[in-house]
């Protein structure tokens, strides 16, 4: 696990200017910068083997949201694929760094099915409808503890028609930067349209690859462990082609449905 290295690499492969129209290639000086932070129960990282980039470990970000069968684990559809192309594959809600299996804070996950839109191509993205996509569930097998949703809690899914929104963003990068000890980073700030894209767009730095698939959380409650997951890093460029810039689809009809 200490090893792994991010699905969505290509995020860190080199200075590239954001795909958005109009935007600057260097972030504002007044862009905001995520935080470091201990995480969020329902919040955590896949590990899993087998996968494009190498034969490494590599993971993504995923967080718990409330379904009937209290399994189900949101994640973007760019790391389905990862997933649906691995032997092995675990999540691990609220990972820490450098614990081994036994002590990490909740235990870890085994993955079961994955689902992902059917339009959502294996590899790669073409055009707006399908980054519009990028959005996927897994279910996960309960472990010592029980199921995961009653063990760390849950988000809810939520659908909505409205890009302007106050948002917790969370995910965990990887060591890129200042994250030497890949811990998860939020940065609490307001969405928009990305233009021409069924997508929201926020502005704040430090979101280098292993974010994807990352809940947008709206209204979350500390003690209550709740709130509400609008998107999921992802999209345009697999969620964004610098650490400033990210993207997520907007759940509609289509998230819905899945």
């Known amino acids: 696990m200490a090893q792994a290295k991010p ?25 905001p910068h995520a935080a470091h932070f201990d995480g969020l129960p329902m919040v955590g990282t896949f590990f899993f083997d087998g996968t494009p980039v190498g034969g490494n470990a590599t993971y993504c970000t995923g967080s718990v949201v409330r379904s009937k069968g209290k399994s189900l684990v949101l994640t973007a559809g760019h790391c389905a694929n990862g997933l649906n192309a691995a032997t092995h594959s675990v999540f691990v809600p609220q990972y820490q760094f450098l614990k081994i299996p036994a002590n990490q804070p909740w235990g870890l996950f085994a993955v079961g099915d994955v689902y992902k839109d059917p339009r959502y191509p294996n590899t ?15 279910t996960v097998a309960p ?36 994250n030497s000890q890949h811990k998860a980073i939020r940065c609490d700030v307001p969405t928009r349209r990305l233009h021409g894209f069924r997508q929201m767009q926020m502005e704040c730095g430090g979101y280098h690859s292993g974010v994807s698939g990352g809940p947008w959380i709206r209204g979350y409650n500390a003690s209550a462990r709740t ?3 609008i998107g999921n890093v992802g ?24």
């Open 7 to 31: 699905i969505d690499a290509a995020r860190d492969a080199g200075p590239k200017a954001p795909s958005a129209p109009n935007s600057p290639a260097a972030a504002p000086r007044d862009t």
């Open 124 to 138: 790669g993205q073409t055009g707006a409808v399908v980054s519009d996509l990028d959005f996927a569930f897994v």
């Open 143 to 178: 472990n010592s503890r029980g199921a995961i949703e009653d063990v760390v809690g849950a988000l809810t899914f939520t659908t909505s028609t409205s890009y302007d929104h106050n948002v917790t963003v969370i995910g965990y990068p990887s060591h890129a930067g200042d």
């Open 227 to 229: 709130g509400e997951v």
């Open 235 to 258: 999209g345009m460029g697999g969620g964004g082609d610098v650490d400033w810039i990210s993207y997520a689809p907007l759940y509609g009809k289509d998230a819905q449905d899945l």
